[in-house]
């Protein structure tokens, strides 16, 4: 009776271990709150993960990512997840445009365009240079061991006549600037000198000495003939000729009236005209407009040399003054005039407007004295200008002297003095 009692109770103690332990255990399947806790854990890891992960690839260039549907996790709350794109095997290059430099503008006055010879002594040396306008660096032309001087543009701007005593003898040569060839024009032994084209470009106006005076006189380029003196010429010295655009005038300079005067002699009537007449200044350099109505010279004027333009058909107008300077020319367009301008230690070459349109502008500066600038519409031919032009001149020594160098005595020796008899006899 006892044991079975003893089992029942030891039977109930351990039912009772049982049940409690089922209960613990119901207890700990069915929290519910511990399970959600768990499952926001396990939510907000991933989170962290997937926000860790897009910073990675948002700041990585090299690599490029599609987002992908949202997936569900389970809990009715989707999250969006990255996946990455392969980049290509072979990158593919890009191409950019090269740029384009842009243009520094020329100034209105300078719009004409075309090309500028002028006259400059370098290194003992007088040549024919020419530059484009607009162009950085000039080009000489010239480059024979004698001076080039009077340099003067054909119509089409294709041959440039000019001055030359590279024969021994001041003679007329023209230059082709497209050939690159030079033919003489005159063969005197006397002096020829600022030639002239006319317009249609078969004949050549120029000074020349001879019969012990300066006269004027025409030449056919295809020679033709012999040079022609020009009619109407008095004994006082006629130069510096320049044929008119219509071709029935040529201007020139004289001392005719006991004064240095711009004077013109008609083609078609042989009369001459004493276009300035001023006593108290010496004209020089006429060059006519390119129409014809305008003659511009300079001249020294109170002590400084002025540039001048004035109507070619009436004597009576007074000359207009444009500016300080010597030797000037048209543009091609009419609208300005480019001369020399002497500074202190240089020249200037500048366009200067006559019609009160632009503004005076610096073409290049040249070494000091440069003079007989020359205008035309045509551009240097660009194989002239990619040759730089001709080197510079080499002259050969006229006369070279040998002298034997001799040994000079010292400034002082030791001479022997007899008679004496000292210890020291060198010292």
């Given at each position: 009776g006892q044991t079975a009692i003893n089992l029942r109770r030891g039977g109930t103690n351990a039912m009772a271990r049982r049940a409690a332990r089922a209960e613990i255990d119901v207890a700990l399947v069915e929290d519910p709150l511990r399970t959600q806790n768990r499952v926001l854990s396990l939510l907000t890891v991933l989170l962290l993960l997937s926000l860790v992960f897009a910073v990675l690839w948002a700041t990585n260039p090299a690599r490029t990512s599609v987002l992908v549907p949202a997936v569900d996790i389970g809990l009715n709350n989707p999250v969006a997840l990255f996946a990455e794109t392969p980049l290509p095997a072979t990158p593919v290059p890009v191409l950019l445009a090269t740029p384009v430099p842009t243009v520094t503008p020329l100034p209105s006055i300078l719009e004409v365009s075309g090309s500028i010879a002028y006259v400059a002594r370098e290194g003992g040396q007088t040549d024919i240079w020419a530059i484009s306008i607009g162009g950085a660096r000039p080009i000489r032309i010239t480059n024979s061991p004698q001076d080039e001087r009077d340099p003067a543009w054909s119509?089409?701007?294709?041959?440039?006549?000019?001055?030359?005593?590279?024969?021994?003898?001041?003679?007329?040569?023209?230059?082709?600037?497209?050939?690159?060839?030079?033919?003489?024009?005159?063969?005197?032994?006397?002096?020829?000198?600022?030639?002239?084209?006319?317009?249609?470009?078969?004949?050549?106006?120029?000074?020349?000495y001879q019969g012990n005076n300066l006269d004027i006189y025409i030449l056919r380029i295809d020679g033709s003939q012999p040079p022609i003196r020009l009619p109407g010429n008095a004994n006082a010295p006629d130069f510096s000729p320049a044929w008119s655009p219509d071709g029935r005038r040529i201007a020139f300079a004289s001392w005719r009236d006991g004064n240095q005067d711009i004077y013109i002699f008609s083609l078609d009537d042989q009369t001459v005209t004493n276009l300035t007449n001023t006593p108290t200044r010496h004209e020089d350099y006429p060059a006519w407009s390119p129409d014809g109505e305008?003659?511009?010279?300079?001249?020294l004027d109170e002590g400084l040399e002025k540039v001048f333009i004035k109507p070619?058909?009436?004597?009576?107008?007074?000359?207009?003054?444009?500016?300080?300077?010597?030797?000037?020319?048209?543009?091609?367009?009419?609208?300005?005039?480019?001369?020399?301008?002497?500074?202190?230690?240089?020249?200037?070459?500048?366009?200067?407007?006559?019609?009160?349109?632009?503004?005076?502008?610096?073409?290049i500066p040249v070494p000091l004295g440069a003079s007989h600038p020359v205008w035309t519409g045509a551009l240097l031919p660009v194989a002239l200008v990619n040759s730089g032009g001709l080197p510079s001149p080499v002259t050969s020594p006229l006369f070279i002297e040998q002298e034997e160098l001799r040994q000079q005595d010292p400034p002082y020796r030791l001479n022997p003095i007899t008679g004496v008899q000292v210890e020291d006899p060198l010292l």
């Open positions: 119509p089409d701007g294709r041959r440039l006549a000019y001055a030359s005593r590279q024969n021994g003898n001041w003679e007329i040569y023209i230059y082709d600037v497209i050939s690159g060839g030079t033919q003489r024009m005159t063969f005197d032994l006397s002096f020829q000198g600022r030639p002239s084209w006319s317009p249609d470009g078969d004949l050549l106006v120029y000074e020349s305008f003659i511009a010279y300079s001249a070619s058909r009436d004597p009576n107008t007074a000359a207009t003054v444009v500016g300080r300077g010597r030797t000037p020319a048209w543009s091609p367009d009419g609208l300005s005039l480019v001369f020399a301008v002497d500074s202190v230690d240089s020249t200037q070459l500048i366009a200067n407007p006559v019609a009160g349109v632009g503004v005076v502008t610096s073409i």
